[in-house]
């Protein structure tokens, strides 16, 4: 397994959850890893992506401000923090790393090597 994601759960809207993205192998030699989402019956969409800097990160707009993406490169971890988390949060969330020497970031999920199986979020109002 390259990539596992975990932390998703329930959590009333306005509530936080935290999402641990755990690379190995050579997943965990990528500089670039991102997270996406799928809500049912929409296409996957971005939410954020991060280098090896910390403070090189970006965020799709609806994530500006209440989402958090952190990486803790000894751990080999990305975590999504996301708070004040609404309704129309609800998805499955995945964890993808682009190929080893790869320094771009991107938005497009196709544009990644290694993905991980996703974590479900549901909010409710």
């Known amino acids: 397994v390259q990539l596992q994601a975990s932390g998703g759960g329930y959590v009333q809207a306005g509530g936080s959850l935290s999402l641990s993205c755990a690379a190995s192998?050579?997943?965990?030699?990528?500089?670039?890893i991102g997270w996406f989402r799928q809500a049912p019956g929409k296409e996957r969409e971005f939410v954020a992506a991060?280098?090896?800097?910390?403070?090189?990160?970006i965020y799709a707009d609806f994530a500006k401000g209440r989402f958090t993406i952190s990486r803790d490169n000894a751990k080999n971890t990305v975590t999504l923090q996301m708070n004040n988390l609404k309704v129309e949060d609800t998805a499955v969330y995945y964890c993808?790393?682009?190929?080893?020497?790869?320094?771009?970031?991107?938005?497009?999920?196709?544009?990644?090597?290694?993905r991980g199986q996703g974590t479900l979020v549901t909010v409710s109002s």
């Open positions: 991060t280098t090896s800097s910390p403070t090189n990160s």
């Open positions: 993808a790393a682009r190929g080893v020497g790869i320094t771009v970031v991107s938005r497009s999920m196709s544009q990644y090597r290694y």
């Open positions: 192998g050579r997943a965990s030699s990528s500089s670039i």
